[in-house]
């Protein structure tokens, strides 16, 4: 069963504008990652918040976290068209194995010229 | 980024045979997982390994197995290919203590 579960699932916007993302999961997370998936590629890392924290910014990117709602939201602002692109959260728990990450379902981004 | 490379690619199977993936990462890292993609559900777990011969299953491991006998390989096997294995499988690897996991290209199989 899917941990996380991402709103949208597609969205769409033009270049210039902030694109948002959220997550909501269901059990008790040690931290939370978003990922970025370009068409036929690998995932690539882009921001990892723990559960003790709030907020979390690199660059363009800005995490929220809110523990009591089990919610998770990524804004990319000021978009391009390179942003294009499906955004999955995974959150991640402590298990024996170490730290077991479950991937939501993703968000298909398109950034328009 | 990691260096991390899947073989094959691309793989083209009938029902019932047995089918090899293999992941290789030259970084050193400790923890390597397979995941498969679908339409629908996202990246579900079948299989990580948190040492060498140290494995355990994730959420999708049946009709599936895998095998670590050095740090920078992980292989994930098929036992008896059906069509609903038809995915695209990715390997990960993460180092040490660090949470964020580094991802291969993919594997698309089409088991017909």
């Known amino acids: 069963s899917q941990q996380g579960e991402e709103d949208p699932q597609a969205l769409s916007i033009q270049e210039g504008e902030n694109a948002t993302m959220n997550c909501s999961y269901k059990?008790?997370?040690?931290?939370l990652q978003w990922y970025r998936q370009n068409s036929g590629r690998g995932l690539v890392h882009l921001i990892l918040?723990?559960?003790?924290?709030r907020e979390k910014h690199s660059g363009r990117l800005r995490v929220t976290l809110d523990t009591s709602k089990k919610s998770s939201s990524l804004l990319i602002t000021a978009s391009r068209a390179a942003d294009t692109a499906s955004y999955f959260c995974?959150?991640?728990?402590?298990?024996?194995?170490?730290?077991?990450?479950?991937f939501g379902t993703g968000t298909q981004l398109k950034v328009e010229l | 980024d990691a260096g991390i490379t899947q073989s094959p690619r691309h793989k083209v199977t009938e029902t019932g045979t047995p089918v090899t993936l293999r992941c290789h990462q030259t970084?050193?890292?400790?923890?390597m997982y397979w995941y498969r993609q679908d339409p629908g559900h996202g990246l579900r777990l079948i299989h990580y390994?948190?040492?060498?011969?140290?494995?355990d299953k994730g959420e999708v491991s049946d009709g599936y197995s895998v095998s670590r006998s050095k740090t920078e390989d992980f292989l994930l096997t098929l036992e008896s290919a059906t069509s609903s294995q038809t995915s695209v499988y990715f390997c990960?690897?993460?180092?040490?203590?660090?949470?964020?996991?580094?991802f291969g290209s993919g594997t698309q199989l089409s088991v017909l």
């Open positions: 990960a690897s993460r180092g040490g203590e660090g949470e964020k996991l580094f």
């Open positions: 059990t008790s997370i040690n931290n």
């Open positions: 390994s948190y040492g060498v011969k140290d494995t």
């Open positions: 918040i723990r559960s003790n924290e």
């Open positions: 995974a959150t991640g728990t402590f298990t024996g194995g170490g730290n077991k990450l479950t």
């Open positions: 970084e050193n890292h400790r923890y």
